[in-house]
Nanobody, 124 residues
């Protein structure tokens, strides 16, 4: 599956952004989809994921309750709604796809498809 992320930008603390990820490929609904982020000088980290087939969701503790991941299989799209943004959310955000089904994997190595990344900057 090929992925194209969009929707990043500059937002003030407490604000919201919605990231989108467009996927190509006939088997998209089976893929577990995830969002990762990487801040300067830090390792890439798992943010949120939604499993293929059964739609189970999982979140990193740092974003739980503020971020929501969703998917629209009819449109081959994955979204990350980010609310109550904090400066520490500043990073390049990547969408990713894994052929592992029915569970949310959180390890980047399990994801074989990656989008190009979109910058999110939270600053006043």
């Amino acid at each position: 599956v090929q992925l194209q992320a969009s929707g990043g930008g500059l937002v003030q603390p407490g604000g919201s952004l919605r990231l989108s990820c467009a996927a190509s490929g006939p088997t998209f609904s089976r893929y577990t989809m995830g969002w990762f982020r990487q801040a300067p000088g830090k390792e890439r980290e798992f943010v949120a994921g939604v499993s293929g087939n059964n739609g189970i969701t999982s979140y990193a503790a740092s974003v739980k309750g503020r971020f929501t991941i969703s998917r629209d299989n009819a449109k081959n799209m994955v979204y990350l709604q980010m609310n109550s943004l904090k400066p520490e959310d500043t990073a390049v955000y990547y969408c990713a796809g894994s052929s592992i089904q029915n569970t949310v994997v959180k390890t980047a190595l399990a994801f074989g498809s990656w989008g190009q990344g979109t910058q999110v900057t939270v600053s006043s």
